[in-house]
Nanobody, 126 residues
Framework: QVQLVESGGGLVQAGGSLRLSCAAS????????MGWFRQAPGKEREFVAA????????VYADSAKGRFTASRDNAKNTVYLQMNNLKPEDTAVYYC???????????????????WGQGTQVTVSS
């Protein structure tokens, strides 16, 4: 079992920045990859970013490239999502998730992730 707790969401103006955190517990944090997803009202959950077990490899959705950065601190059992130059269309509930399956590469589909946090709201005003 893995427990995930997100924090850091809030209200920000367009062009601003936020850093989301996701604290993990229950299993050795460095043994699994992590992902970030988001879901806006009336829309499907979509992939944002993923980071491998060591933090040395990341992958991003096109909408996040150049603006968002995923990182992790295995000593603190925490993964981060730094979001810069935020846009109103980034408004959503953001979720972190744990991929427990050893695989080549990083998973971008939500069904690959076994454990999920409760989500944190990010609202970007224009």
């Amino acid at each position: 079992q893995v427990q995930l707790v997100e924090s850091g969401g809030g209200l920000v103006q367009a062009g601003g920045s936020l850093r989301l955190s996701c604290a993990a517990s229950g299993r050795t944090f460095s043994s699994y990859a992590m992902g970030w997803f988001r879901q806006a009202p009336g829309k499907e959950r979509e992939f944002v970013a993923a980071i491998n077990r060591s933090g040395g490899s990341t992958v991003y959705a096109d909408s996040a490239k150049g603006r968002f950065t995923a990182s992790r601190d295995n000593a603190k059992n925490t993964v981060y999502l730094q979001m810069n130059n935020l846009k109103p269309e980034d408004t959503a509930v953001y979720y972190c998730a744990a991929d427990m399956t050893p695989r080549t590469g990083l998973a971008v589909g939500f069904r690959s992730y076994a454990y999920w946090g409760q989500g944190t709201q990010v609202t970007v005003s224009s």
